[in-house]
């Protein structure tokens, strides 16, 4: 399994100034086997062995590249893999040395592989480069070299390369051999590359400054959340030392529902930051299309990168896209029963965290529910969690009138969390936008008022 996430660098240390001195050997030996093969495959010498040029001994090396190559046991073929895919982002002028032509037939040489790209003007390596360098013409160590592209290597499965083949009636040697953005800014900056929102990845990463102290909800719920947390401390036990592994799978989904306002995405960004793993909330307008098949590919992209991150993918909103199937009366139907059907798959196969968000439960397609591991209510706070959310909210610094009272704000008004937030808001704005430098019991009761009546609540 990859290691990337577990890596711990000396913060002490100019981490770039590490990998750029590793990486300066590294380049050294890559140039050194590159030049070899050149001279042996032209000179028809078939006893050449790469094993031969020694590595640079990366043992007792702190920069990112070296822990990583190390913490995986990654032999010479692996990391000749990896650097030959960095080239064209390190050392590109490296690589001009495939440029050499047949003068035989006025052409480049088909075993060199490469591709050329719409404004590099470098050589730009494909996989039958990378087999070259490794092979030569042996077509026994050609059909080894390949294994490095198998679904299931550690290179490919973990996403630390990939292969893209334009056109898919095309041999796989001919793919672009590329290095993922995540590995790339390991191994050059010796940080691990955390996506923001693009079209490419449409999701964005939450926080908040609250702790887990902080969150208030009522026993019964604060237990069940507590058994999602749990599965993120003990799943290797359970799995692995249990020998589990064979009849659970390793993700787990959580469904998350009630009134607006009642802390579920808080309470996801929060287990998150308890388990210190980043939380990815998936921006639904972005995934859905009205596009036969593009809904799939945009789920597909995001279920992908996710796949063997330190992440949780939090879908806030649900029901817009776990949806109950309908009866095929359409193409439309039939359409949005296939994306559901795929949603179905992805989220039961994916191996990580996934939380689901909702106020209407009863809109959620029942082959969901079945597959959840923890479906949690959150009620609306009672009286005790009312007031305790007002106190935490106005904190200590926030300047109140003497006569606040939030004990009768509590007992008079059922609000959501979310809501008191909004009162507060208001409250606050309104006392400075009046000359005041307090809030007063009626700024918050105005508020109140306002917020009912927004929520279709009206008081007297």
């Known amino acids: 399994m990859i290691q990337a996430q577990q890596i711990i660098l000396n913060h002490d240390d100019d981490q770039q100034s590490l990998n750029s001195h590793t990486m300066a050997s590294e380049i050294t030996w890559f140039q050194k086997v590159l030049e070899q093969r050149i001279h042996h495959y032209f000179e028809l010498d078939q006893a050449f062995n790469i094993g031969t040029i020694t590595p640079p001994d990366i ?17 010479i073929a692996e990391r000749i893999t990896i650097l030959m895919a960095l080239m064209p982002h390190i050392k590109p002028e490296l690589l001009d040395t495939f440029f050499i032509k047949n003068a035989n037939l006025d052409r480049n040489y088909t075993e060199f ?33 390949l294994q490095l592209f198998d679904d299931e290597s550690d290179l490919i499965k973990n996403k630390v390369l990939k292969v893209d083949n334009e056109h898919k009636d095309e041999p796989f040697l001919s793919g672009a051999l590329r290095i993922t953005t995540e590995y790339l800014n390991l191994f050059t900056t010796g940080i691990v590359h955390k996506p923001d929102f693009s079209m490419s990845f449409p999701a964005k990463r939450i926080y908040s400054q609250l702790d887990w102290e902080e969150l208030i909800l009522c026993p019964t719920v604060h237990d069940e959340v507590e058994q ?69 590919k945009n789920l597909a992209n995001i279920f992908d990168q996710a796949e063997n991150k ?34 179905l798959q992805r989220t039961e196969d994916f ?14 397609d029942e082959a969901f529910v079945r597959r959840f591991q923890s479906i949690i209510y959150f009620p609306m706070p009672d009286v005790e969690q009312r007031e305790q959310l007002w106190k935490n909210i106005l904190g200590s610094e926030c300047k109140l009138a003497k006569d606040i009272n939030i004990k009768d704000l509590a007992e008079k008004y059922e609000m959501s969390g979310g809501a008191i937030i909004n009162v507060i808001r208001y409250a606050a704005i309104y006392a400075l936008r009046t000359g005041r430098e307090a809030i007063n019991q009626q700024d918050l009761t105005q508020g109140v008022v306002r917020e009912l009546r927004k929520e279709g609540k009206i008081i007297s």
Not at 130 to 144: A, D, K, M, P, T
Not at 316 to 329: I, M
Request: charged fraction near 20%.
């Open 351 to 364: 191996p990580g965290i996934i939380i689901l968000a909702t106020n209407l439960k009863a809109n959620m």
């Open 113 to 145: 592989g490469g591709w050329k790209g719409k404004s590099h003007s470098g050589f730009l390596p494909t996989v039958e480069t990378l087999v070259f360098v490794l092979s030569g013409n042996n077509i026994y160590s050609r059909f080894q070299v």
């Open 310 to 343: 330190n992440w949780i993918l939090f879908f806030d909103e649900a029901d817009a896209l776990f949806g109950k199937r309908s009866n095929t009366s359409s193409s439309n139907d039939r359409h949005s029963n296939q994306e559901i059907a795929y949603l």
């Open 228 to 296: 999602i947390t749990s599965w993120i401390d003990v799943k290797d036990t359970i799995m692995h030392t249990w020998g589990l592994a064979k009849n659970i799978k390793p993700g787990y989904r959580a469904l998350l529902y009630g009134p607006p306002g009642t802390g579920k995405s808080l309470t996801a960004t929060l287990i998150g930051k308890k388990a210190n793993m980043d939380v990815y909330r998936v921006d639904l307008s972005a995934i859905v299309s009205k596009y036969i098949g593009e809904t799939e």
């Open 59 to 75: 043992a007792s090396d702190n920069s990112a590249y070296s822990q990583f190559i190390s913490k995986n046991n990654f032999a």
